[in-house]
């Protein structure tokens, strides 16, 4: 079945540094979603990319999808401790609903 | 709207009890998905409903574990009987599909233990 695996599984970083994770599926998807989620809480809808080669943009953060549409990254510039949390990918194999968690990244920060 | 809601935040029961977990997702939503999180195996989808009607349940675990819509705004999640390894978070999402943005809303979810 689909798998979508993303990497790093943990990062510490220091305030001010970057941050990126990688969200890689084993099959093609019709779009990618990416969520955060607390310590404790649940997950937070950030944004949806569904062009091959989008990229998109929410402040300090910036996400892009890739141009086969079986991966992703996102990329936190000049972290900061609300930064804190675990980020997921997502994404369904196209003509579905079925969105697939990714493994998901612990992204820690150090003030 | 007061976005989705799990019932009950908390639940310890022991083995061999059964458990319902409850889910009313935001209004007009069409899509209803049950997802489950541990430790060891993250985030998994265990089905997913449109329009009340179950659609792919095929990460449901085992015939311990069942799912039911019976309308709009309502869903249960049962595991019957439960076992130690069921304990995990259980969450409830809703979404709509507006011809682009599918973002899911996920329910504050239902903690499990089974003792």
């Known amino acids: 079945g689909q798998q979508v695996m993303q990497i790093p599984q943990y990062q510490h970083v220091q305030e001010g540094e970057d941050f990126t994770t990688y969200c890689n599926s084993s099959t093609t998807l019709s779009n990618i979603q990416w969520y955060k989620q607390r310590p404790g809480g649940h997950p937070v809808f950030l944004i949806q990319?569904?062009?091959?080669?989008e990229v998109k943009k929410q402040k300090r953060l910036t996400f892009q999808f890739g141009e086969a549409k079986k991966n992703s990254s996102l990329h936190i510039t000049a972290t900061q401790t609300t930064d804190v949390g675990t980020y997921f990918c997502a994404g369904p194999t196209s003509g579905t609903y079925k969105y697939i968690f990714g493994t998901g990244t612990r992204l820690k920060v150090l003030a | 709207d007061a976005g989705v809601i799990q019932s009950p935040r908390h639940e310890v029961t022991e083995m061999g009890q059964e458990v319902t977990l409850r889910c009313k997702p935001i209004s007009g939503h069409d899509y209803l998905f049950w997802y489950r999180q541990t430790m060891m195996r993250g985030l998994e989808l265990l089905i997913y409903?449109?329009?009340?009607?179950?659609?792919?349940d095929s990460g449901m675990p085992e015939d311990r574990f069942s799912a039911k819509m019976p309308n709009a705004s309502f869903s249960t999640l049962k595991i019957q009987p439960s076992e130690p390894r069921d304990s995990a978070v259980y969450f409830c999402?809703?979404?709509?599909?507006?011809?682009?943005?599918?973002?899911?809303?996920f329910g504050q979810g239902t903690r499990l233990t089974v003792v």
């Open positions: 990319l569904v062009k091959s080669g």
């Open positions: 999402a809703s979404s709509l599909d507006t011809g682009g943005n599918t973002e899911a809303f």
């Open positions: 409903f449109n329009n009340n009607v179950p659609i792919d």
